[in-house]
């Protein structure tokens, strides 16, 4: 789970490239828990635990115990919604 914040908090496209990041950069391992000489996990491990973490509904729980904490130290606001920025068009605009 740690693995996938970091894909979600710096806009890895892929599990094939966090693999990358997380080979080369020491933060991201040190925030995985991998030691230096320790080998970084195939993309495909990904995939997998993504549907089994999705089965037993952790990711869920972990979405709405941080989401809860938020909350309690005052950190939401119902002003306004974001994505990402990007910009999206209907059909037909100009």
Excluded: C
Excluded at 22 to 30: A, K
Excluded at 50 to 78: C, H, I, P, W
């Amino acid at each position: 789970m740690r693995a996938m914040l970091l894909q979600v908090l710096y806009s890895i496209r892929s599990e094939r490239l966090l693999v990358e990041q997380i080979s080369y950069n020491l933060l991201f391992r040190w925030f995985v828990g991998l030691a230096i000489e320790d080998p970084v996990w195939n993309h495909s491990v990904f995939s997998k635990n993504r549907d089994r973490l999705m089965t037993f509904d952790a990711v869920t729980e972990l979405f709405n115990t941080t989401v809860e904490m938020a909350a309690s130290k005052g950190l939401l606001s119902g002003e306004h919604f974001s994505v990402d920025g990007s910009l999206i068009q209907g059909v037909g605009q100009p």
